[in-house]
């Protein structure tokens, strides 16, 4: 380009050639300033914009991962807190079954001893009535025996004494 810019300038065009260097050059610096004010600013305004919003991006991704962090930790503390307390529930279950299966046992032998009393007490019972029966049955037959005899052996006025001596007796109890 050096060569051409010689060339011209040595054929005598050197005034066209410095007017038209002079002319691209003032163009060029209208067109700079011209994209300075009509593209540079608004291109800049669109890249800072970009750049703040990947900004605010990165930093509520940052912040999303905080707080799901910190709920996971939440989560973890209830998971462990539920599992606390189900053990503590089924603890409880088990001495409350522990407890009421002893009052059961403790009942049923209760039941039982008193079941088992009321039948001492209704054979014992049953029993002397038996004896009692017997007794009367044997001093029944006994009397009648004695009866028997006595009339064989004793005579009319023995008799008479005896059941005298009873009758009196009788009175007396």
Do not use: C
């Not at 603890?91 to 009421?100: L, P, T, V």
């Amino acid at each position: 380009m050096l060569n051409e810019f010689l060339l011209v300038g040595a054929s005598g065009g050197n005034q066209l050639a410095l007017g038209n260097m002079l002319f691209v050059l003032l163009s060029f610096l209208v067109l700079l300033l011209l994209l300075k004010k009509v593209a540079w600013k608004p291109v800049t305004k669109m890249m800072q914009d970009r750049a703040d919003k990947i900004t605010r991006d990165l930093d509520s991704a940052e912040d999303a991962k905080v707080t799901a962090e910190k709920l996971a930790a939440e989560r973890q503390a209830q998971l462990q807190s539920a599992r606390g307390e189900a053990t503590t529930i089924i603890s409880d279950a088990k001495e409350a079954g522990a407890k009421q299966r002893d009052q059961i046992v403790t009942e049923a032998n209760a039941t039982a001893q008193a079941l088992k009393e009321r039948a001492t007490v209704s054979i014992e019972k049953e029993r002397t009535e038996a004896m009692n029966g017997v007794k009367n049955d044997v001093a029944e037959m006994s009397v009648m025996i004695a009866q028997k005899i006595i009339q064989k052996e004793l005579k009319l006025e023995d008799q008479k004494a005896l059941i005298d001596a009873y009758i009196e007796g009788l009175g007396e109890k």
